[in-house]
């Protein structure tokens, strides 16, 4: 568990939840708790402590259940006094809990079948429960996206970087837009990598001297580009919830609560728009996946064609020296050039001629032209 005292110009960070429990509300800025999932099974009569003591206020159990919950898709619930926003995340690495020891790995991870960058995937869900001063997220264990973020709020906290410019959240609704950027930006190194293995695989699909057996892959490939289309759509879906429901938030008091609603909005409106551009990159994948496929078989498909015209020319062109062949096997004796020292020259002569005849003539109308293949 990692626990931020954010203020304005400075962040402290800490892992003790009893000594926080006991400090109470702090008098400025706001606290971001980040637990694993298992941690927070585990810990949740702890956390619940800590909220109540913070805050005034629990969570109630089916938010538990939500946050608990591994499987559970992207949504958006709220009451009076929190808001709870399940986001599905998009990143490489899939560790699961050590059921014996909360907030630690697996060292032993049981493997999954499809090419490499498909075993990376993970898009377990991540929690937030938004309170007034407090955000409570529930990550998966090991989670990157946490650890990311939480060395990038530190950096923003030194003085170089506040010397730059930069900002620290000033809201746990602020801070949790923040995350859900940096979880939605994390897709680019993900989409780089399914990008160059769908490439090869294109490479390999529509060159004729090569055998393309990675056909299990290539569908795993393709559920997986459809399962992530499906995490996005459920991603914006969410997002534009909270989005509608920030819109019904009481109108601020002072011209600094108002701009900060304001840039609240602008930052909410920014990460739908990151997530739609993840929703474009995603289906122009899985296009594009499907149309190698489809001119796999059309390269193929044409290929059997050239064959089978080549065959059927050779036919036509064997086809009247059988039957030259066949008059001359016939059992009669008035044969004309059987008996003929020339004849066997005679008749071989014909059915080259003949055979020429038909060459040129395929050749003419490009029964045997050659192909660029």
Request: glycine share 6%; with cysteine.
């Given at each position: 568990?990692r ?12 892992s003790?939840l009893?000594?926080?429990t006991?400090a109470?509300?702090?008098?400025q800025?706001l606290?971001?708790v980040a637990c ?6 585990v ?19 089916l938010?538990?259940?939500d946050?608990?919950n ?12 929190y808001d ?10 899939n560790?699961p809990s050590?059921?014996?020891?909360p907030?630690q790995?697996l060292?032993?991870?049981?493997q999954r ?5 498909l075993r ?5 869900p ?10 409570l997220?529930?990550?998966p ?13 530190l950096?923003a906290a ?5 010397t ?6 000033t ?21 780089r ?5 769908l490439d ?7 060159n004729?001297?090569?055998?393309f ?8 490939a393709?559920?997986?580009l459809h399962?992530?289309d ?5 991603q914006?879906?969410a997002l ?10 009481p109108?601020?008091?002072t011209?600094?609560a ?16 990151h997530?739609?551009r993840?929703?474009h ?22 290929r059997?064609n ?6 059927t ?7 009247p ?9 016939m059992?009669?004796d008035?044969?004309?050039l ?5 004849g ?6 014909f ?18 032209a050659?192909?660029g293949r």
């Open positions: 568990m626990i931020f005292h954010i203020q304005s110009t400075s962040v402290t960070e800490s003790d009893q000594a926080l006991a109470g509300a702090p008098a800025g606290v971001w694993a999932r298992r941690e927070f099974e810990l949740q009569g702890e956390v619940q402590t800590m909220l109540q003591a913070l805050c005034g206020q629990q969570l109630v159990d938010h538990i259940s946050l608990i591994n499987q559970l898709p992207s949504h958006y619930d709220y009451t009076s006094q709870v926003l399940v986001f599905r995340r998009l990143a490489a690495g560790r050590d059921l014996d020891n907030g790995p060292t032993q991870v049981p079948g499809g090419p490499p960058i990376r995937i993970d898009t377990s991540v929690g937030f429960a938004v309170f007034d001063r407090v955000l997220t529930v990550h264990t090991d989670c990157t996206v946490r650890d990311a973020y939480a060395a990038k709020l950096q030194s003085l170089e970087s506040r730059a410019g930069a900002r620290l959240p809201s746990p609704a602020d801070l949790m837009l923040r995350i859900i950027n940096q979880m939605v930006d994390g897709f680019l190194e993900l989409r990598e399914l990008t160059h293995q090869h695989w294109q490479s390999e699909l529509l004729p001297k090569t055998r057996n990675n056909w299990g892959s290539l569908l795993d393709r559920l997986s399962t992530l499906e995490i996005c759509e459920d914006r879906a534009q919830d909270w989005i509608e429901a920030l819109k019904t938030w109108d601020a008091d011209p600094a108002h701009r900060e609603r304001d840039l609240l909005h602008v930052r909410s409106r920014d990460v739908l728009e997530i739609e993840v929703v990159h995603v289906r122009r994948l899985e296009q594009s996946a499907e149309t190698a496929v489809q001119m796999h078989f059309s390269v193929q498909g044409s059997t050239d064959i089978m015209r080549t065959l020319v050779l036919t036509a062109i064997f086809l020296l059988n039957l030259v062949t066949g008059f001359f096997g059992n009669f008035a044969l004309p059987i008996h003929k020292e020339s066997i020259w005679m008749a071989v002569g059915m080259v001629v003949i055979a020429l005849g038909l060459v040129a003539l395929f050749w003419n109308k490009r029964y045997l050659r192909t």
